[in-house]
């Protein structure tokens, strides 16, 4: 009794509150490290007043954020309006609990048995991930729709088609990776690459492509960033959002973004492993612990993500589509049959 | 659209010649002002006159640059004539000038054209009473619009036969047009004094109904 | 199972208000849009948020008083509008200005005309979502509003030019530092089309927007790179030189589609010709005094006179009208190019998308205190 209650109760509840903590905290630093990135892309200095060169800048945003006014326009629908935010922010947030970051670990002996540091390991993981991702679209789409204003409806509207039309070009890109790891499993994936000697990278650059062109789209970043095209549509769907709901559809960008980043390093990047975790005279790269190697790959892709910012101009609306209809699915599918025909060969 | 019309230096605008070869230079004399000369043998004055008959009244040039005064009546048919005939495709600017004391007719309205082939420009002027209305080229050259427009916003000139003569720079319902000599330089009173019913009492900012997006 | 296809629901026209208040119609202009989904219908331009009455307090100052009302028009390229006036001004009352003031005015004009692309590329980049162009602009346009500064005092407003010369002899170390700038300028660019130029997203979202034919373009009264984007080689620097252009060798560049993209290179290569202009004229900078003897209290002969300079968005004209030994013009029109330009914005964007429209608005290279006066 005494010990089934801290296997499902304690421990889970202490790992659910490090791990939203470390993801908040990992977020608003995002915000940071774009701020930043994108100064020294653009000649200028970037955020270097709030604490020691700008530390604290974050958190300044962040109270700033908290104590400002929450407006709700009259013409709202108000609880929709209320929702939006939520619907938005809670799927990001939730996909962080089957996202494997490090292996099984004792905490240098701290524990008597190794315990695996992430939440659960669920064998529908890769499932789980992209279904409660593709939720946060309502959000956006409810967001614009009740603001009652004509922006935020097109922002919304623009949201909705960008997304259910990138979610399948996705979700071709992921099934190579599950043809390659047979398995939905996120830790099962991982370990897959460490029995195949490969991360998976190799085989699937095009998945890899694919999947991190959508993931994208996914998040509207930049170039994909039409719904909150800030030149055509002020601020898209959350131009009348204020105060602490307009952070969490920020916060659920920077979520989505890690989410994104996150899957891309393990379904392509081989997750915790160190490079060439086969290779025995490597073994020295072992010293450094496996969740730091996740999060140096992930960081790898944020920055991706800023240099595409800091980068590219802004797709507009028909050739976003085109681009997802006419290039990726098509090449989504002929990807799916070479990564096919490959594994057949390979494995008989 | 070649270089070779940039040749040919033009007298009528620009900088007067330079480096002449003068005990002083031309910059430390006294500046000799332009002079008022006829202008009724100009080639593109006799032409006009040839083709619409009664049309100019009068032709004169100063500082290089041809006014020809013609009959309101004509307008459109001269327009058209120097636009297709002459080759004066480009409205360079439309506006108007108000003499309030003036007994011909209160108002000057001008058409300033220009023709690409020789680089040349011509200014066309009505004389028009503040009752009567002006005829439209907006039929001859589509840029006028919105000249037209703003003629008729900051002087009260009406055209006839314009697609779309609304004031553009100030509000439907202001009171008054302000480039006319008698509307005070200091302004009048407007929002709340020229539409009681739209705006609140004593000034404010504008409430509807339905908001809009 | 001919004829139109019956749609689904009930379809009404979307109306929009795009602006007053929005960040990429470059000012106060609104754009009343009838949308059907996210395709333009129709666009009826709404302005004058900014009028001023400029015209009208023309005809209240002395013919030198006007200028500083000049530099409030175009606020971007001030100094090419106080050229407009005090050339307008100097036909009107026959007056030759000193070579040095000649110079130095078109030294001045030049770099106006390269801050205002500057800020013309900065804003059109941003507008179509490429938000690094701006830092890079803004890096060069602070140089020479540095140099503005050092010359006369003032950064934006300038108010830099006289009746019959230029106020002010150039500081000294002033051509050298200006020399030094305008040497590096054109690597400056090179760094500016390497970030759009060749980007396949920029092509896209630019090439075929917006097109306007050279005939419609001289129709619609288009002037400056709208109407060198369509194709035809027109600047008044080379037709009506004003100044000493006529001493100095540079080139128009035009365009051949008159679409976004040919608009902008037209404006990019501008910036390259201006760079050479002021190259040419700090190299060829004459002495003697800069300005003209002119007499302090200014009589105009009575008459109408029209003159116009190159400003960077177009043909920039004053037309002054005087009485007999008047000192204050009876009456000062001003032909702005954003004016005439925006006109055509509603031929130019039926039935592209909302997207488009922040790109032809940007490309047409609008300032309201030019339009609304």
């Given amino acids: 009794m005494h010990a089934a209650l801290i296997q499902f109760i304690v421990i889970p509840v202490v790992k659910i509150a490090v791990i939203l903590g470390v993801v908040l905290l990992v977020v608003a630093y995002l915000t940071f490290a774009e701020r930043k990135i994108l100064a020294y892309m653009q000649v200028r200095l ?15 945003d962040g109270l700033k954020l908290f104590v400002k006014e929450d407006l709700i326009p009259a013409k709202a629908e108000k609880a929709v309006f209320l929702l939006a935010p939520a619907m938005i922010m809670i799927p990001a947030l939730l996909a962080f609990s089957v996202i494997p970051f490090a292996p099984a670990t004792k905490l240098f002996g701290l524990l008597p048995k190794a315990i695996p540091p992430y939440v659960t390991d669920i064998n529908i993981a890769l499932l789980f991930v992209l279904g409660i991702s593709s939720i946060g679209v309502y959000g956006i789409i409810l967001g614009g729709w009740s603001s009652n204003n004509k922006f935020s409806l097109m922002g919304g509207l623009r949201s909705a088609a960008q997304m259910v039309s990138y979610e399948v070009p996705m979700g071709f890109a992921i099934i190579a990776v599950l043809l390659m790891a047979r398995s939905l499993s996120l830790v099962q994936i991982v370990k897959a690459q460490q029995a195949a000697h490969l991360w998976f990278f190799v085989p699937g650059i095009l998945a890899l492509g694919i999947y991190f062109i959508c993931g994208v789209a996914e998040t509207n970043r930049n170039p994909f960033d039409l719904p909150e095209a800030e030149s055509e549509l002020v601020a898209g769907f959350h131009t009348e959002y204020s105060g602490m709901k307009f952070a969490f559809f920020f916060l659920a960008e920077y979520t989505n973004m890690l989410v994104v980043s996150s899957l891309a390093t393990i379904m392509f990047f081989g997750g915790w492993l160190r490079p060439f975790p086969n290779v025995a005279w490597l073994s020295f790269l072992g010293v450094v612990p496996p969740v730091i190697w996740f999060a140096v790959k992930v960081a790898g892709f944020i920055f991706v993500y800023m240099w595409f910012r800091g980068t590219f101009p802004r797709y507009r609306f028909d050739q976003l589509m085109q681009v997802g209809w006419k290039w990726l699915i098509p090449l989504s599918l002929a990807n799916l049959v070479i990564v096919g025909a490959g594994v057949l060969l390979v494995k008989g | 659209m070649t270089d070779e019309k940039n040749t040919p230096k033009p007298e009528d605008q620009g900088a007067a010649p330079k480096s002449q070869p003068e005990a002083k230079p031309p910059w430390l004399d006294k500046p000799v002002p332009p002079v008022h000369v006829d202008a009724m043998d100009d080639p593109d004055v006799t032409a006009l006159a040839a083709a619409v008959e009664d049309a100019v009244l009068a032709a004169d040039a100063f500082a290089g640059e041809v006014t020809i005064t013609i009959d309101p009546a004509k307008l459109i048919d001269a327009c058209r004539f120097l636009k297709q005939e002459r080759g004066f495709k480009f409205l360079v600017d439309l506006t108007a000038v108000d003499w309030p004391e003036r007994e011909e007719g209160r108002f000057d309205v ?27 080229v907006t039929g001859v050259w589509k840029t006028s619009n919105w000249m037209e427009r703003e003629v008729y916003d900051m002087f009260g000139i009406v055209f006839d036969g314009h697609p779309n003569l609304e004031r553009i720079l100030l509000w439907e319902g202001f009171n008054g047009h302000p480039l006319r000599k008698d509307f005070p330089v200091e302004g009048i009173d407007t929002g709340a004094a020229v539409q009681p019913d739209v705006y609140p009492e004593g000034g404010g900012p504008l409430v509807e109904e339905e908001g809009g997006a | ?15 929009l208000s795009f602006g007053p208040q929005h960040p990429s119609t470059h000012g106060v202009l609104r754009v009343m849009l009838k949308l059907d989904g996210e395709k333009i219908m129709d666009a009826k331009p709404i302005i004058g948020y900014l009028h001023r009455g400029t015209e009208k307090l023309f005809e209240t100052e002395p013919f030198p008083q006007c200028i500083p009302h000049t530099d409030r028009l175009d606020y971007v390229a001030s100094a090419t509008n106080n050229q407009g006036f005090v050339v307008t001004m100097e036909k009107l009352l026959g007056i030759t200005i000193p070579p040095r003031a000649a110079y130095i005015r078109m030294i001045l004009a ?59 002899e150039l500081p000294d170390g002033w051509v050298d530092r200006c020399s030094d700038f305008i040497d590096r300028f054109p690597a400056h660019v090179d760094e500016y089309e390497q970030l759009l130029t060749e980007n396949r997203i920029w092509k896209r979202r630019t090439v075929g927007v917006g097109v306007i034919s050279a005939e419609e373009a001289i129709e619609m009264g288009l002037t400056g790179p709208p109407l060198r984007g369509s194709g035809v080689k ?23 589609n008159g679409d976004t993209y040919d608009r902008y290179l037209v404006r990019l290569q501008e910036m390259r010709q201006s760079a050479r202009i002021v190259r040419q004229c700090l190299d060829k900078l004459p002495d003697g005094p800069v300005i003209a003897k ?16 190159e400003a960077p968005k177009g043909e920039l004209g004053y037309f002054i009208v005087t009485t007999p030994k008047g000192t204050k013009p009876y009456r000062c029109h001003v032909r702005p190019p954003s004016f005439i330009n925006l006109q055509a914005l509603p031929e130019m964007v039926q039935g592209l998308l909302v997207a488009d429209l922040v790109a032809v608005i940007g490309t047409l290279d609008i300032v309201l205190g030019e339009i609304d006066r």
């Fill in chain 3, 234 to 256: 027109w600047d008044i620097r080379k037709v009506f030189p004003y100044d000493h252009y006529d001493e100095i060798d540079f080139e128009i560049p035009v365009g051949t």
């Fill in chain 3, 110 to 168: 030049e770099l106006g005309r390269i801050s205002s692309h500057l800020v013309w590329l900065a804003t059109h980049a941003i507008d179509l979502g490429a938000i690094t162009p701006f830092f890079y602009n803004f890096r060069e346009r602070e140089e020479i509003l540095d140099l503005f500064e050092a010359y006369c005092g003032a950064r934006l407003t300038l108010n830099t030019m006289r009746i019959g010369g230029v106020p002010f």
């Fill in chain 3, 294 to 309: 002119v007499p302090k209290v200014l009589r105009a002969p009575e008459g109408m006179v029209y003159a116009s300079v």
């Fill in chain 3, 1 to 15: 199972m001919g004829g139109p296809l019956e749609p689904l629901f009930d379809v009404e026209e979307m109306e």
């Fill in chain 2, 110 to 136: 001008v058409y300033w054209m220009h023709r690409f082939d020789d680089s040349r420009r011509i200014r066309v002027r009505i004389i028009v009473g503040e009752e009567t209305s002006v005829p439209s």
């Fill in chain 1, 46 to 60: 970037g955020p270097n007043r709030v604490g020691p060169k700008g530390w604290l800048q974050p958190i300044a």
